[in-house]
Every structure is written in C-alpha cells, then in structure tokens.
C-alpha cells in the first residue's frame, strides 16, 4: 500500500512555470513506476507522463512534450513535474500515480496503475 499526495498546483499566466510534486508514502518507493495524468472539467483522464522506477526511461503525451519533464528522487521518495510555456489548455486537476511493477518500464494507461494520489488543480489564465 502507498499513499500520494500532490502539491505544487495553482494559478500561472499562460507562459508561466510551475513544478508540481508528489510525495509516496513507505519505504519501497523505488518499486513504483510512476505517472502523471490531468483531466479537466467534461474531459476524460489524460496521460501527461511517467517515469520508471530508476528515472532512467520518461515518456511524455504529446500535447506535453518539450515543455513539461517528469523526473523523481527515490531518496526522497518524490516525483516531480515541471511544467512550462504553460498553456491555458493545460488547466485540469492533476494526479499522480504509482504502479507495482519490478521492472525498467514505464506506463502510460491510467487502467494500468495501482495507486492515485488526490490531485492537485492547475489553472492557467490567458
């Protein structure tokens, strides 16, 4: 079992960065691939991206790509999202997620994750 919990999320003109963050609980962190997902108000769950378990491998949706970057620090048990050239396209709640897996992958299908964190709103005015 591991719980999440994000923070980082606000309110940033278009073009502005943020960098969100999310905390796991336990001591297996390492164990966990991890992604990020958003859905805004109407819309169905996106992918924005993941991360393996040692950070070595990244993937990002297409609608992110260049300008968001996930990355993790297992020692502090913590995975990261930097966002920027925000958008205000890319307002949405976002979560992070962890998925029990032994291997070098990553995951991109929110079906395919274990655990979610609560979220964490980003709005990006114009």
């Known amino acids: 079992q591991v719980q999440l919990v994000e923070s980082g999320g606000g309110l940033v003109q278009a073009g502005g960065s943020l960098r969100l963050s999310c905390v796991a609980s336990?001591?297996?962190?390492?164990?966990?691939?991890m992604g990020w997902f958003r859905q805004a108000p109407g819309k169905e769950r996106e992918f924005v991206a993941a991360?393996?378990?040692?950070?070595?491998?990244?993937y990002y949706g297409d609608s992110v790509q260049g300008r968001f970057t996930i990355s993790r620090d297992n020692a502090k048990n913590t995975v990261y999202l930097q966002m920027v050239s925000l958008k205000p396209e890319d307002t949405a709640v976002y979560y992070c997620?962890?998925?029990?897996?032994?291997?070098?992958?990553?995951?991109?299908?929110?079906?395919?994750?274990?655990?979610w964190g609560q979220g964490t709103q980003v709005t990006v005015s114009s």
């Open positions: 991360i393996s378990r040692s950070g070595d491998n990244t």
């Open positions: 336990g001591r297996t962190f390492n164990t966990y691939p």
């Open positions: 997620a962890a998925k029990w897996a032994h291997n070098t992958y990553y995951y991109v299908g929110a079906n395919e994750y274990d655990y």
